[in-house]
């Protein structure tokens, strides 16, 4: 068939030319690349030259001159000391003492300390000592009431309060109407070297469920 080997070579030929000019699109484009490659390198190099020329004069600061960042450290805190402090307060207290052969034998039970005269626990009774500063014990449980109170005697000395009160509370609220803390007080103030005299309060000042306290003077 003469026809279809004349088409069979016209096809081949095509083939041939399209090969040829995909060969020569492709080089062309490398070389359009390299070309791109070369001009990016070449400017890379150039500005780097400015960089150096613009520098070249410049001198680092002296090390001496250089400030210090470094934030100061907080001081330590002496928290084995905190906790030392937090035992002596506790311990210092017993809940167990006899205190009633310390008390007056009165209705109201006061306690005045050996060298304190009748006079400052009449005129306590009478409220005519001023009331500094109070503290209300009420919803704590026993060690939290003895460390609270303990710390409250020794703030008050330090602000040289002479004249406290000590809320203990009537009992209203507690298993059998019993106040817990009323007989715990007393016996914590007594073996308080603070402590002076106390009483309980007048009705004005809280009646049955409080103590008025003389603390001795702060020391200069």
């Not at 001009?39 to 150096?52: G, N, S, T, V």
């Not at 002496?78 to 034998?105: K, P, W």
């Not at 306590?124 to 009420?138: A, C, T, Y």
Request: proline share 5%; with cysteine.
């Amino acid at each position: 068939m003469p026809g279809s080997r004349s088409m069979t070579r016209l096809g081949s030929l095509e083939d041939l030319a399209n090969f040829g000019k995909a060969l020569k699109d492709q080089r062309l484009e490398e070389e359009r690349q390299a070309r791109l490659r070369a001009e990016a390198e070449k400017k890379r190099l150039e500005e780097a030259q400015i960089f150096q020329r613009h520098v070249q004069d410049v001198k680092p600061l002296p090390q001496a001159n250089r400030a210090s960042l470094d934030s100061p450290k907080p001081p330590p805190i002496a928290r084995q000391r905190e906790l030392d402090d937090e035992r002596v307060l506790e311990e210092s207290i017993s809940d167990h003492m006899d205190v009633e052969r310390f008390l007056e034998t009165d209705d109201k039970l006061s306690y005045r300390r050996s060298g304190i005269g009748l006079d400052a626990l009449k005129r306590l009774r009478s409220g005519k000592w001023v009331i500094k500063s109070q503290i209300d014990l009420h919803g704590l449980r026993t060690d939290e009431a003895r460390t609270a109170v303990a710390e409250f005697l020794r703030d008050s000395v330090k602000q040289d309060h002479r004249c406290v009160r000590i809320i203990h509370g009537k009992g209203l609220g507690s298993v059998g109407k019993e106040p817990v803390l009323k007989d715990k007080v007393k016996r914590w103030l007594v073996q308080k070297d603070e402590v002076l005299a106390f009483c309980q309060a007048p009705p004005r000042d809280g009646g049955a469920g409080a103590l008025l306290v003389i603390l001795k003077a702060k020391s200069n």
